[in-house]
């Protein structure tokens, strides 16, 4: 049996448009670790049932469609990636149909058994910066590094819309906390972080001195 180590990894959960996968990346770039959107996960596969006609409100036909998909995923360069039927996946995880699909669809439990497994094996690899809403929760519940990123309404609404995006997040946020499948909780012992008033790289920051005091051994070394 090994004895490695696992390599660690930091889990940042919120709800949507809080800022989290902004945060996420940068933080993951400081520190050198691969960063995971696991939200691109659940898209693609929402992506792939609406290509197969599927409604994706329909509870017990996404069940039996969605391991008809060829869904794969990986990282290069520090990024993850997602293809269905081979094809890999970027503008699409984005369009309004994807967007309105992926809540329903990601309640469906033996989807998210799926992507909850692709997502630890994501670990065997390297050191890992990952960002959704069960990271902390369900994911990987044994690293000691938890973050939860918030917003107000307002904010995340118009973060949401500066992307170019028109869809609620408070319908999102809804439906992602009252589902009963892996709803969106802060954990016990989970930082939580407002970042209403405060930017991408102060929230960066405000991440590295938790870290820093709680002596987190991967940190570099920090200039006097
Ligand atoms: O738009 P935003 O970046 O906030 O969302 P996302 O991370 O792309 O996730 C899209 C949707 O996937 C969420 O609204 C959830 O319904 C679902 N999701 C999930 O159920 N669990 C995760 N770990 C990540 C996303």
């Known amino acids: 049996m090994s004895t490695a180590r696992p390599h660690p990894v930091i889990a940042i959960d919120g709800p949507a448009a809080s800022g989290k ?38 509870e017990a036909a996404v069940a039996t469609a969605f391991g008809t998909l060829d869904f794969a995923c990986g990282l290069e360069r520090g990024r993850s990636w997602v293809a269905i039927n081979g094809r890999r996946l970027g503008t699409e995880l984005e369009e309004p149909a994807t967007n309105a699909a992926v809540s ?36 990987f519940p044994d690293t000691p590094w938890k973050y939860y990123i918030d917003a107000s309404p307002e904010v995340r609404q118009r973060r949401r819309a500066a992307q170019g995006q028109t869809d ?57």
Do not use: K
């Open 104 to 139: 329903p669809a990601s309640r469906v439990p033996a989807l998210r058994d799926l992507v909850v497994d692709r997502l630890r094996a994501f670990r065997l690899d390297c050191p890992l910066v990952m960002e959704g809403r069960d990271i902390a929760s369900v994911v």
């Open 21 to 58: 996968s902004t945060v996420a990346r940068l933080l993951a770039d400081r520190l050198g670790f691969s960063f995971v959107g696991s939200g691109t996960l659940y898209r693609a596969l929402a992506w792939g049932l609406i290509q197969t006609g599927i409604d994706p409100a329909d």
């Open 168 to 224: 609620s997040v408070s319908d999102r946020d809804r439906a992602d906390r009252s589902r009963a499948s892996a709803p969106l909780v802060v954990v016990d012992g989970a930082v939580v972080i407002d970042s209403s008033e405060i930017a991408p790289d102060g929230v960066v920051e405000a991440i590295l001195a938790d870290l820093a005091a709680h002596q987190a051994a991967f940190l570099p070394a920090m200039p006097n």
